[in-house]
Nanobody, 115 residues
Framework: QVQLVESGGGLVQPGGSLRLSCAAS????????MGWYRQAPGKERELVAS???????NYADSVKGRFTISRDNAKNTLYLQMNSLKPDDTDVYYC?????????WGQGTQVTVSS
């Protein structure tokens, strides 16, 4: 069983930056495909970015060039650096870990972009 705990969310002005972290425990972090998803009330959860065990990354078109996903396998931690934030980026952000049939979620962290 893998536990995922997100941190780093908060309120930021448009154009600002935030760095989300996801601390993992209970599994072999390095073998998981890790991802960040986001969800607004009444909408489906959508992929923001993912990173494989070999650090191949994938981004949603809406965040390309602004967000960077990374992982530190020694610290069992996933990151999402978010720059040039826009009001449309306001959502609850969730950390995800996948390995074959195993699929785990964190509890989410709120990101609000507003002046």
């Amino acid at each position: 069983q893998v536990q995922l705990v997100e941190s780093g969310g908060g309120l930021v002005q448009p154009g600002g930056s935030l760095r989300l972290s996801c601390a993992a425990s209970g599994g072999t972090f390095s073998r998981y495909v890790m991802g960040w998803y986001r969800q607004a009330p009444g909408k489906e959860r959508e992929l923001v970015a993912s990173i494989t065990s070999s650090s191949v990354t994938n981004y949603a078109d809406s965040v390309k060039g602004r967000f960077t996903i990374s992982r530190d396998n020694a610290k069992n931690t996933l990151y999402l650096q978010m720059n040039s934030l826009k009001p449309d980026d306001t959502d609850v952000y969730y950390c995800n870990a996948r390995y074959f049939w195993q699929n785990y979620w964190g509890q989410g962290t709120q990101v609000t972009v507003s002046s």
